[in-house]
């Protein structure tokens, strides 16, 4: 199974994107998808998760700008990134959470700037 990016790109502050992730295959038992982002010089950290249950977790710097959304049917998880600011730069990687497994996918890059 690979997660596949897209919908990044370069986007002026105050403009909007929208990331998608695709499993290349069926993923069964998903307990979670979410994205994290990868600042230059910078860990990677969580910018937002989606549960099961449809319950979500966002980071405090993403809160009111960006929303996750998912497609059980489709095992694709979006990210909604709206009133993008110069510090949302950064390469955002999608996650797949199962008991047993933990899926990757190789990012997508991010850049705000006027």
């Known amino acids: 199974v690979q997660l596949v990016e897209s919908g990044g790109g370069l986007v002026q502050p105050g403009g909007s994107l929208r990331l998608s992730c695709a499993a290349s295959?069926?993923?069964?038992?998903?307990?979670?998808m979410g994205w994290y982002g990868q600042a230059p010089g910078k860990e990677r950290e969580l910018v937002a998760r989606?549960?099961?249950?449809?319950?979500?977790n966002d980071a405090d710097s993403v809160k009111g700008r960006f929303t996750i959304s998912r497609d059980n049917a489709k095992d694709t998880v979006y990210l909604q990134m709206n009133t993008l600011k110069p510090e949302d730069t950064a390469v955002y990687y999608c996650?797949?959470?199962?008991?047993?497994?933990?899926?990757w996918g190789r990012g997508t890059q991010v850049t705000v700037s006027s």
């Open positions: 996650n797949v959470g199962t008991p047993s497994d933990d899926y």
């Open positions: 295959g069926r993923i069964f038992s998903i307990k979670a």
């Open positions: 989606i549960v099961s249950g449809g319950s979500t």
